[in-house]
């Protein structure tokens, strides 16, 4: 029998999936051919998944902490025990005593679900803002009025596409086809980044600007093309809102400034302005990793800004793109009221704020699909807040490291063992995952795990309609564009018919009806919170690494065992004295850690790297290098604004 579903997984693409299923257990995976975007190809991670699926590790009854192991229970007395922690707490303290921590482990619709059940318990201190992409989300929304992107089918029909900050070889795989497309017809690819890409591959030329500088380079690139007199006055008269202001910004990013904070030789900069501005139609696709800076939204608006400077918004082919949300016409599924008792920490800066509340406040944390003593800034001074919290329940797959640190852990289905529904934040399918088979062991969807939460509560919101049920009516909006629970039972994904190209009519639901660009005020560069210094010469930043993500597939070997590497440029390397593939020290403010040195001549001079997500027990743990700072908007984590130095190993 072959079940179609999609994947769950943080990741651009939403790829359409077939599961061949025999004797109640899935015995192949593949690419659907029929996923008019994805067309029948994962990744390895993906294309692998039935080692995950059944692992021997995989968790698969509810354990209860017992020292320093664990032991098995019933799924009884483990919800009975979460029960009775969550109301004793909100008896000591009130429902805010409780810490919400929920991420994107899977990009299931349903799991906001869990909001209900939150509303109805009276509140929580919930883990808010993003380690990922939330500036970036409120930047776009600031200047558009809403988030909207470009359909992948139009992607070939750009000039020029510059994927500023965006690695699609590695991160948004179906994007490749269609930039390969773009070229075949004669398009020029630009890489801005400041780390090696694999997406080089795909770029006539790379633009690398210091981690952080975007914003500045934006402005500067805006400067050369407006002084030069290759804007579009015409699209400025039409569309932008704020034109003074923003000039007068730009204006003071002459080259030599731009270049000093940038790093990006001048004649670099005139080249990506000239080329920029003048072959069009030109789009820019953003990744999320320049807004992980104090002054990401900042970043991101002053690449709306370019965009809308040179007439590229509205039109085919152009656009600046991030994340798309144009599908998500659905019928929310979290608490609607107003909660009675609610606090914000923000997950960017986990430990500060969950201390800021007071010694002791928080008596107990529910965490589901999402590893935050792994993925979260840091995870050294985390650890230590979290082993204050009385009662640590953790919905997990794996014993992670937050599951390692729990009290009680209960085991997830995985998409497999679940029916869900699932939006892209690239293209505009809206999919069904059905279940293929049922639950491994007792493992539960976490929908279950919450409503046997609740029922004991005596809270009954999440009962009296089953998955399928609740995907129904999150659909109900679709209908009057055609799609509803029958019909994605029937094709697997329906595509939302979301214009191909946002704005073309010129109408912003902005305040003013126009691009935002000046007002109510111009972007800005923000330094990074920290940056390097004769002590700590180098940035730290972190990328993803093909065969994991973010944390997930780890414990799968994603990458070679033994040290993690780290990526330095063989010049910076011989300054220091460190020879390649020797043990060396990277250090910051807040830890060091160990890595195997290895060389790599794409890299800036000033810059060190290494992938994320590893884990603790794997050498890994790269985030307690990192302190929890936050962005300019969005609550978004500044994870990216690291200076750190590197040594020999053995000098301490
Ligand atoms: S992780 Fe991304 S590329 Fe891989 S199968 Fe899932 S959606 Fe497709």
Known sequence: MIVRTACPHDCFDCCGIEAEVKDGAVVALKGSQSHPVTRGFLCGKVQGYLRRQYSKDRLLYPLRREGSSFRRIGWEEALDEVACGLERARALKGPSSVLSYSDAGSMGYLKSLEGRFWGEFGGATFASGSLCSAAGLEAMAADYGRIGQHDPEDIPNSRLIALWGRNPMVTNIHMVPYIRKAKERGAKVVLVNPMPSESEALADYAVKPRPGSDAALALGLAREIIASDMHDGGYIGRHVEGYASYLEEAMSWTLGRTSDVTGVPVEDIRMFARDYALVKPASIWLGFGLQRHAGGGNAVRAVNALGAITGNIGRPGGGVNYSNRSSRVLNPLGYEGRMKDVKLVWKGRLADDIRALGDGFIEMAVIARSNPMLQCPDTEDLERVFEKIPLKVVFEHFMTDTAKAADIVLPAATFLEEDELYCSYFHNYVSLGRKAVEPLGEARPDIEIMKGMAERLGIGCLSGRTALE??????????????????????????????????????????????????????????????????????????????????????????????????????????????ELSVVEVYTKHAAMRFLMVFDDRMRQDVIYAHHGRWKDRNGGINRLIKGYLADMGGQGALYDCAAGIRPSEVR
Do not use: C
Not at 569 to 574: C, V, Y
């Open 470 to 579: 609740w995907i129904r009516y999150a659909l109900e909006p679709m209908e009057a564009y055609g799609i509803t629970l029958d019909r994605l039972m029937d094709e697997g994904w329906v595509r939302f018919p979301a214009p191909m190209v946002p704005w073309q009519d010129g109408k912003f639901p902005t305040a003013s009806g126009r691009i935002m660009v000046g007002s109510p005020a111009p972007p800005k560069y923000i330094p990074p919170h920290e940056l390097p210094d004769k002590e700590y010469p180098f940035y730290l930043i972190t990328g993803a690494l093909r065969d994991r993500l973010h944390s997930q597939y780890d414990n799968l070997g994603a990458d070679p065992a033994g040290l993690q590497a780290v990526y330095v440029h063989p010049e910076a390397a011989r300054r220091l004295g460190l020879k």
